[in-house]
């Protein structure tokens, strides 16, 4: 059994190559340069967007591939996480539940937002010391949702960080290790044993009487 290696362009072709595929298992290598392709591609597309922003046309292309390219990386992020989880043992529910964690602490803060909002009439009467105390009450709200979120993302980030499990699991095989197909070999003959000898040997017949034992066994009969 050997450990194999995965190149930066392995990485990003497999990942493409799997974008939907959220069986399996993907090691470290290959999660991580994905994440530093993501992070390239996105800064290149956003500079470009800058450098384009006086130029007719150009602004809305490039809006719209930044937008595709947002839609496309986040679901290729999705499967890999998906299939970096599987590698360390884990269920890739446990990145689904951050997901769907996000979305809900998100409608959370803007429904706080919206009835803080509705309580206040006229914003502009109220007193200084009153907006804090408000303000403070609010962010008191979110501090254990947001606290328990953090740890929840921490623990994700080390897991995504550890080492692929030994050998297969549940989820397939480990993609650092490779075995080779093992080729039969002949087996070796002793020398001065060969089996031609042998075969020779046990074929040799035996020839029990001489012709002169023959001879003389037809002049016994005669004299009879």
Known sequence: MTTTTMSFSEAVKNCFSKAVTFTGRSRRSEFWYWQ????????????????????????????????AWNILSWLVSFSVSVRRLHD?????????????????????????????????????????????RMVIGFLGKLAIPYIIYFAYGILLLVWMCTDSHAGANKYGKNPKEYIPETIPTAAAVPVGNSPAETTTAEITPITDHKPEDNKSEGNYNQEI
């Open 88 to 132: 360390t043992g884990h269920s890739g529910w446990w990145y689904g539940g951050y997901l769907i964690a996000g979305i809900v602490f998100f409608i959370w803060i803007i429904v706080e937002i919206v009835l803080v909002a509705v309580d206040i009439p006229n914003i502009e009467a109220i007193e200084a010391a009153d907006a804090l």
């Open 36 to 67: 530093l392709f993501s992070f390239i591609v996105s800064i290149a597309i956003a500079v470009t967007s800058n450098i384009t922003a006086n130029l007719p046309v150009v602004p809305s292309v490039i809006g719209f591939s930044l937008f």
